[in-house]
């Protein structure tokens, strides 16, 4: 399973990266507006996450119909080889999807919320679909049971479209999606650094520190 940072912060991504568990990054309008309002251009910000990160990279377009969306995908692939396109699941980002799928520039289908929308987006040619599981559970709804349903239906037909799980908020969300059998998690750092943690095993280094302690390091070989 592949994890992603679910951020346009640099200092997040540089940590991530280190711990060497970081596959790529996504980052929507609102994470990037986060990082730039009064500071900052797009351009650099997006050329410095691509140097930090040696993986896919989505970055999302803002236009809505289909020519539009094309163009600026096409822009911001010129960034990186590893750029990403993200394109919302509209009608106009079905067709965005198909002509970027002919001209060899990975996508991204976001705003996934059915299985119908994964199905159209998958058969659109999009690399990976990224259900929003956080915004489902927001509404009552299970996100996690559509994840279950796309992964059914994607292995019943042979799709080859990733399912990349957004909109997680919890480390549950992750070892659900890790149990279900998706391809990709994208999360926020705050998720990110909670995974690897357990007070067990603060308590066990802080046991072993202590007792060996005790030891008289004279009497030690080395
Ligand atoms: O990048 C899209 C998604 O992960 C956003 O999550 O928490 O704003 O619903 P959230």
Not at 22 to 37: F, M, W
Not at 60 to 66: G, H, L, N
Request: aromatic content about 6%; charged content about 30%; glycine content about 6%.
């Amino acid at each position: 399973m592949k994890f992603f940072l679910d951020t346009a912060n640099i200092s997040e991504i540089e940590e991530g990266v280190s711990w060497g568990c970081v596959d790529g990054v996504t980052t929507n309008p609102t994470l990037i507006s986060k990082e730039l309002v009064g500071k900052g251009d797009f351009k650099t910000l997006v050329r410095k996450i691509l140097d930090v990160v040696d993986g896919p990279v989505s970055l999302e377009v803002t236009s809505t119909k289909a020519d539009d969306m094309v163009r600026e995908g096409k822009k911001l692939r010129t960034l990186g080889d590893n750029v990403v396109v993200k394109i919302p699941t509209t009608v106009e980002g079905l067709k965005a999807l198909k002509i970027l799928k002919s001209q060899k520039i990975k996508t991204n289908a976001t705003l996934v919320f059915s299985v119908n929308q994964a199905l159209m987006v998958a058969k659109a040619g999009a690399s990976y679909a990224s259900p929003f599981v956080g915004r489902l559970d927001d509404i009552s709804e299970d996100g996690m049971s559509l994840i279950e349903d796309i992964r059914e239906v994607y292995d019943n037909y042979d799709f080859e479209t990733e399912i990349l799980v957004a909109s997680v908020r919890h480390p549950i969300h992750v070892k659900e999606a890790a149990l279900i059998g998706a391809d990709v998690a994208t999360m926020p750092f705050e998720v990110f650094k909670k995974l690897i943690s357990h007070p067990k095993t603060d308590e066990g280094i802080k046991r072993f520190m202590d007792d060996w302690g005790k030891i008289d390091k004279k009497k030690l070989m080395f």
